[in-house]
Structures are given as structure tokens and as C-alpha cells.
Nanobody, 120 residues
Framework: QVQLVESGGGLVQAGGSLRLSCAAS????????MGWYRQAPGKQRELVAV???????NYARSVKGRFTISRNNAKNTVYLQMNSLKPEDTAVYYC??????????????WGQGTLVTVSS
């Protein structure tokens, strides 16, 4: 069974930093896009940052210059370094991957979510 396992969430004061990690386990190959979304209370899930297998990146305007996404393709992992955190960054952060699973083809996968809380 293929899973995305996240770690690194928690409580931090405004201006602080956190680093999220996500690893894909199981038989998944040719991961194209891999990245992070978030969902704040009462709001829709939104893109935070995504990186293609060719290392092209796309960031939400609200996090540009503060967050940095990176990947290790050999390990099927993705990271999100979050600096200068603001209370409005408080949300559940979800790892996302689009890859090929034997007998299933290309699929969108989601992690279970990790809570990031930024206090003012």
C-alpha cells in the first residue's frame, strides 16, 4: 500500500520557522509533481508549493520569499522549509504526490495532514 507520511508540524511563535517532511512509502514510481497544500479552519484547501520532477516550482503568492520547497527524488521525499511564519499560516498541511502505482496507473496521493499552529 502506497502512503505519504508527513512529519514536522507543531506550534511556533510568529516569526519562527518549521520544516515539514513527507516521504512516499510503498510501490510508487515516476512521481511527477510533489508538494504541499494547506487548509485553514473554515477555508478551502489551497496550494502552498509544488515541485515537478524537473525541479520547477510553483508557490502561493502568500508564501513566496518565506517558504522553500525541495525534493529528494531518489528517496521520494519532499520538504517544506517555512520561515518568518505568520498566524495566518496556521492550517493543516497536506503532502501531495502524483505518481505511477502498479496496476493502478497514475494517481493523486495525499498525506494524512500535519497541523501547523503559529501564535501571535
Amino acid at each position: 500500500q502506497v502512503q505519504l507520511v508527513e512529519s514536522g508540524g507543531g506550534l511556533v511563535q510568529a516569526g519562527g520557522s518549521l520544516r515539514l517532511s513527507c516521504a512516499a512509502s510503498g510501490r510508487i514510481f515516476s512521481i511527477n509533481d510533489m508538494g504541499w497544500y494547506r487548509q485553514a479552519p473554515g477555508k478551502q484547501r489551497e496550494l502552498v508549493a509544488v515541485m515537478t520532477s524537473g525541479n520547477n516550482t510553483n508557490y502561493a503568492r502568500s508564501v513566496k520569499g518565506r517558504f522553500t520547497i525541495s525534493r529528494n527524488n531518489a528517496k521520494n521525499t519532499v520538504y517544506l522549509q517555512m520561515n518568518s511564519l505568520k498566524p495566518e499560516d496556521t492550517a493543516v498541511y497536506y503532502c501531495y504526490a502524483h505518481g505511477w502505482i502498479p496496476t493502478q496507473g497514475y494517481r493523486d496521493l495525499w498525506g494524512q495532514g500535519t497541523l501547523v499552529t503559529v501564535s501571535s
